[in-house]
């Protein structure tokens, strides 16, 4: 009877240890394909990044930057930009777009003036981001623009090797 009893035990222990394996491995299984999931899940490509910074050319410049440096480029860009169009206004004229698109008697020059204001707007936003970041990194001593400039290169090495953006 003593003989009988001992593989039973080791074929419970293994059991057991078989069935906290296969647990393990199921959670890890879960979490990479919930994690890809949530990650690429709408617009955005990541947690924290929003998707118009993801789309932007000037986003790793902006990145590079500290969190107090961060603050105070919007600080900067929002005194610049008080006689400029706002978020909704932009919206407003992507909406106007959108109904021009729609109407029955499709008006070509009204798409092209849409066009040309909101590419005016883009450049003028563009340039003021420009100018600010570039007033704010002037100030900084040497030190500090070798921490920037090791971040940016973090930065522009990352999308290099992740290869093209998905649309």
């Known amino acids: ?14 059991v057991k240890w078989a069935f906290g ?7 890890v299984f879960v979490g990479i394909f919930a994690g890809a999931a949530l ?11 929003k998707p118009e910074m993801s789309r932007s050319s000037g986003a790793p410049f902006v990145r590079a930057l500290s969190q107090e440096d961060k603050r105070a480029l919007r600080r900067a860009l929002k005194e610049r930009s008080a ?9 407003l004229s992507q909406q106007q777009m959108i109904d021009v698109l729609r109407a029955e008697d499709f008006d ?17 936003l563009s340039g003021m981001a420009q100018a600010a970041w ?3 990194v002037s100030g900084m001593s ?5 921490e ?4 940016l290169e973090e930065q522009l090495m990352r999308r290099k090797f992740k290869g093209p953006k998905r649309p």
């Open 108 to 124: 070509a020059d009204a798409i092209k003036r849409l066009f040309a204001e909101q590419t005016g707007v883009a450049a003028q």
């Open 134 to 136: 570039l007033e704010l």
């Open 83 to 91: 006689g400029l169009p706002d978020r909704e206004e932009r919206r």
């Open 1 to 14: 009877m003593t003989e009988t009893q001992v593989p039973k035990r080791r074929t419970r222990r293994a």
């Open 21 to 27: 394996v296969s647990l393990a491995l199921n959670l």
């Open 142 to 146: 040497a030190e500090e623009r070798v």
């Open 39 to 49: 990650r690429h899940a709408g617009d955005k490509r990541g947690w924290d990044r």
């Open 148 to 151: 920037v400039a090791d971040r």
